[in-house]
């Protein structure tokens, strides 16, 4: 096995010695087909039917006229089929498993997308599937449990540790040094040991890529500034791959503030000063840690942002300084959800809402000719049950209990 | 002088007998104890395991008792002291096992260094792979101590002899794919397994994973030079009787 | 006033006298714009930003193995922004509404797609909105109910007659009369008084007019059928418009079967005997009524095919055997929803499971060198409720005890 | 003959009053009894709905009125004998009204044979405009019925030429936008409204929509020929006495 992929001091592949075997075929099959056209060609073909790509980049005029500074756009990463960016990571790991000829996947989920979008490649690839949920995360983002058990695969909810995202990447771990022979892992988000962070951020380029041409195409200029939120890293290094050697587009990720970074309620590892480097999950990044090297509590009311750790490519792109890292707590992203929805009739996840929650801030202070993107990585359906509760929407609890006591009879 | 212990208690035995705690389960002053029954029963080399958040190779049973001891509060600084008062008072090896990431932020060197200075012998880590773990390899060799790597099942030939030249002491092969504390099936499959093992390295080799009984360790016996006890005794533990160690480790070992 | 415009002896405008004023209005803007350029090119590009238009084909390979008769392909209507066909029509009429200067939209809703398309159209273009919707329909399509009021309408609840779709279009009806001046009722299906049946055709045919295309695209050669479900009949005039004048092509429009069409329990128009021809909601088609001209109540699984009356263009080319109609009743529709989803990992809405059924049960029976084409009308999300009631998911009955309880708390 | 009748009674009353029923609300019987007060009271012209299931053009009182009816059971064949005795029994003009499906799907021929037959003077069908009501037309008219049309503010001089023309006996002239039952504003925005009426055409004027007090009918005399109570009485009778009809009629009617 050669030294797992390094950015600047960030990366690696921290493994246990079973996998040695399994992740050299791995980074072998994907350098394969990396420069391989008729595998890209398959790839596009596949995500311009089974999806929609290219998905589109909407220029959101009520919000731009709203905040009077900025032209804002967004990039419509939330029509994809299954309703977000995940879907382009896990059809291209598709392909790869079916070129190693495996017959089933396994997969970590936390906002539930990465779950059903894993589901629904094995119900078209024809695999056996099983899907690693942390029991918090069960919970708040119960209509994709629903529907990835109905596309056949068995969900695991995960009661170890904080019963979010990390510890459902331990347990898809856990089984895959037992199942490495017929299984893959298809790790959702640009973490995880080397390959995972270059491969998921090769496969998530076609964002960038997209909105590049796009953006030329409408305005003939660049963006001034791109947004995206930072859960592991995987719709930003999607988006920001294709803006990165052009040094003047400003980069900025979001991630979760939850409650405050100024409380220990967050999961900012890069935007507060909570966080600091590790070896944790098979790779070397900041992470949200004690002094002992033991992963702390996180929280964001996104499932999806709730992570201690975070893609070592963006964390050596924060060193560098080529990606500006902020904060929004949970408050401001739903209130920047409301607003979007309200103005421009469109729904971002809860993840998402976090990169409208900065753009918004910064755009009001923006003049009219710098232009903004914003990745719109997901869609908010997933999240009827939080956004109810966040809202304390009457009609909602009332349909509920409605229901429940129908089941009850 | 791991590597050279081993050699000379296996003119006495046929067959070794490495245990396993984790360091604070189900507390602190319960592992004292365990550990002394542990060397009255007679066993040959103990790891310590200092408890981590995320313990991706461990499977239920140890994953349970990290965190029970994390949640108890228990601090690397105090597995320290109890790694230290405990190699000063029985005279077998000790060794850590844990995760790298508990090295690194203590400070690779600091923390090489204070297991030399308290007297352990080695340290396996098992998310380290030789690959990544250049500078681990060195500064723990410097110190005399003993980087245990890791043989598997899906290890090739070639790679068993690679890895077993950046280890020293012993070389801990896992007996199968998975996680810890799962069964293994001790068949033929594994004997081929074992053979490959012996062949690739002089370094003595210590068996683990789903090794819990006495037929388990008969069969084991002069085919490898350590039998790894782990998850079974935390299991012992857990069903309540303390002194059941004792008994338990009594009843499987087995003398020259 | 011109008398309203018939399809052989279905259709005509059967309003109320206070209308008359808005309906000759609300002709001449859709003449003007019928034959304009510019319109044209501005509702593409809405839709192409706004929606992801063109909408892909999709070919279902699994399917068509697991039948091994026709090839089977699937027209992804549920790509749409807001997860339905619906938002092409409702764009439509409101880059009219924009420019008769209306400043609020009004709309009937069944399974709640036209609803939350048409809030999210009057979010988009600062409409005030009212949606009206079946007391039986709020029910069982919550998820929409939720989306339509966090999008800033105004749902209300219809309690009179049968509590679905027709009551729903009474109630707008009667809030239009009494506000036309400053309000569009933006009707969701190719129903009602002329205009409607030809207008709404006319923004849903640009889903058969990009089918055709991509079918010669991918086959060189027209498909042997078209499957599309009905309710009010907008999705299917929308597919079979794209091939209307290709003889050869077979269209199949597909019902509610709902508990069978030998029971009084169906929505079968066209289908069935059991619908004779009268006037109501405002125009001249087949409606399940009684021998004295009262509407029956229906009954469908799917509530946007819960309706007693059809398209006047669809009882038209029923008539003239141009258009054949069969039906599927709940069951079979649930069973097509799940193969579909199990072997493509595409989740059709309950209504769009009809087409799908109708297709599987034709597809055994083909040969390898027929085409069939399934309208995939929208997406399955709105329906989880009703999906899991109806694979009485235990899982699902646990997490709304537990929310309830947590509501009663 | 509707219009001498009416211009014959407006010699002697400076307003006339249509009262409305939906028969068969809340029971057919009841709908006998109701009638006769109203006769008795004085009303001078009676409207007749036949229940129809989508009640597009009416209010919540009318619409609960006709849903409750059918759930009762009427049918249309049940209305047209209530229709055909009280048209024997009472010597005033009673008119139907009614959605267009129920003549349709009783055979528009049929229906219009009947009326003529069981002594009715004409009907009210919102949902027919004139443009789509050719056939309707010519057979109410071959027939000697009249079929009322309808003005509303939003109809233009022009068009009021136009549906006069269709119209036979009188002009429904709604008083405002809306359904039928809720409040309208007896003001000036009115007044000219009804001049426009009057100008338009030569038949008597019946003004309905909100008529529901004394103060209305007083307003509305000697600018229209006939005021129409609706959903008032309908209220009147959901608030339970019968006998209220006839005070209420009798207190708010007006003779010369
Ligand atoms: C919609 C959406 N956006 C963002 C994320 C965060 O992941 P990443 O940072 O890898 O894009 C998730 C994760 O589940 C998600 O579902
Ligand atoms: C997804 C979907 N398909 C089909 C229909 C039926 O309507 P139509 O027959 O007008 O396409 C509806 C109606 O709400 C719908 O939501």
């Avoid at chain 1, 596009?44 to 980049?57: A, D, G, V």
């Avoid at chain 1, 590892?269 to 590790?278: E, F, W």
Wanted: aromatic fraction near 10%.
């Amino acid at each position: 096995m050669q030294k797992g992929k390094y950015y600047g001091k960030f990366g690696g592949c921290y493994i246990p010695e079973i996998l040695v075997a399994t992740f050299e075929e791995l980074i072998d099959e994907f350098n394969k087909i990396k420069n391989d056209k008729q595998f890209q060609e398959d790839y596009q073909n596949l995500m311009s039917t089974f999806s929609c790509r290219p998905t589109p980049l909407y220029f959101a005029e009520n919000l731009t006229k709203h905040f009077n500074g900025a032209k804002i756009y967004i990039k419509r990463e939330d029509l994809n089929h299954t309703g977000s960016h995940k879907l382009n990571n896990v059809m291209g790991q598709g392909l790869l498993i079916k070129r190693m000829g495996k017959t089933r996947v396994i997969a970590e989920t936390g906002a539930g997308q990465h779950g059903v979008a894993t589901a629904t490649m094995a119900a078209k690839f024809g695999l056996d599937c099983t899907i690693y949920m942390g029991e918090v995360d069960v919970m708040r983002q119960r209509p994709n449990v629903f529907w990835m058990e109905q596309l056949g695969a068995t969900v695991v909810p995960v009661c170890e540790g904080s019963r979010t995202l990390k510890d459902a990447i331990n347990e898809a771990f856990r089984d895959w040094v037992a199942n490495m022979d017929d299984t893959h892992y298809a790790l959702g988000t640009a973490c995880g040991p080397a390959p995972f962070p270059e491969m998921v951020t090769f496969f998530q380029s076609i964002i960038g890529k997209e909105t590049h041409k796009q953006i030329i195409n409408f305005e003939n200029k660049l963006p001034t500034k791109v947004f995206a939120c930072v859960g592991g890293g995987s719709n930003a290094m999607g988006i920001f791959s294709g803006f990165l050697d052009d040094k003047e587009v400003e980069l900025v990720g979001v991630e979760a503030g939850g409650n405050g970074i100024e409380t220990a309620q967050h999961a900012a590892r890069l935007a507060s000063d909570d966080a600091s480097i590790g070896i944790a999950q098979g790779y070397k990044t900041y992470f949200l840690q004690n002094s002992d090297g033991q992963m702390n509590e996180t929280h964001s009311v996104a499932a999806g942002l709730d992570y201690v750790g975070v893609s070592p490519i963006l964390s050596n792109l924060s060193e560098t300084g080529r990606v500006r890292f902020e904060a929004i707590n949970d408050e401001e992203a739903i209130e920047a959800l409301s607003l979007a929805v309200k103005k421009e009739g469109i729904v971002p996840a809860m993840e998402s809402a976090h990169a409208f929650g900065q753009a918004f801030k910064e755009a009001k202070n923006s003049s009219s000719d710098e232009i903004i993107i914003i990745n719109q990585s997901g869609r908010g359906d997933k999240d009827i049950f939080t956004i109810a509760d966040a809202f304390k929407d009457e009609k909602w609890e009332k349909f509920i209990k409605f229901k429940a006591e129908g089941y009850n009879a | 002088m791991l590597k050279d212990y081993i050699n000379e208690k296996r003119q006495k035995k046929d067959i070794l007998l490495m245990t396993h705690i984790v360091i604070g389960y189900p507390n602190i002053q319960t592992s004292y104890e365990i550990i002394d029954s542990m060397v009255k029963a007679g066993v040959d080399l103990i790891e310590l395991q200092i408890p981590f958040s995320e313990p991706m190779a461990d499977g239920p049973v140890i994953l349970h008792a990290n965190q029970k001891a994390l949640a108890n509060g228990i601090t690397v600084q105090e597995c320290m002291e109890f790694a230290e008062n405990i190699a000063q008072k029985y005279d077998i090896p000790f060794l850590f096992m844990s995760y790298y990431n508990i090295l690194f932020k203590y400070g690779l060197k600091t923390f090489i260094s204070k297991m030399k200075e308290i007297g352990l012998y080695g340290a396996i880590v098992p998310d380290i792979p030789p690959e990544e773990g250049e500078e681990y390899i060195s500064l723990m060799k410097k110190n005399n101590l003993a980087p245990i790597y890791i043989f598997s099942p899906s290890t090739t030939d070639d790679r068993m002899k690679f890895v077993q030249a950046q280890s020293d002491g012993f070389i801990y092969s896992v007996a199968r794919k998975g996680v810890t504390g799962a069964n293994t099936e001790f068949s033929q499959d594994l004997d081929e397994y074992i053979e490959r093992c012996n062949k690739s390295t002089d370094l003595p080799i210590a068996l683990g994973f789903g090794v819990k009984s006495k037929e388990d360790i008969e069969y084991l016996s002069g085919k490898v030079d350590i039998a790894v006890i782990g998850s079974e005794i935390i299991r012992i533990i857990d069903n309540g009787k303390l002194s059941d160690i004792e008994k338990f480790i009594k009843q499987i070992g087995i003398s020259k």
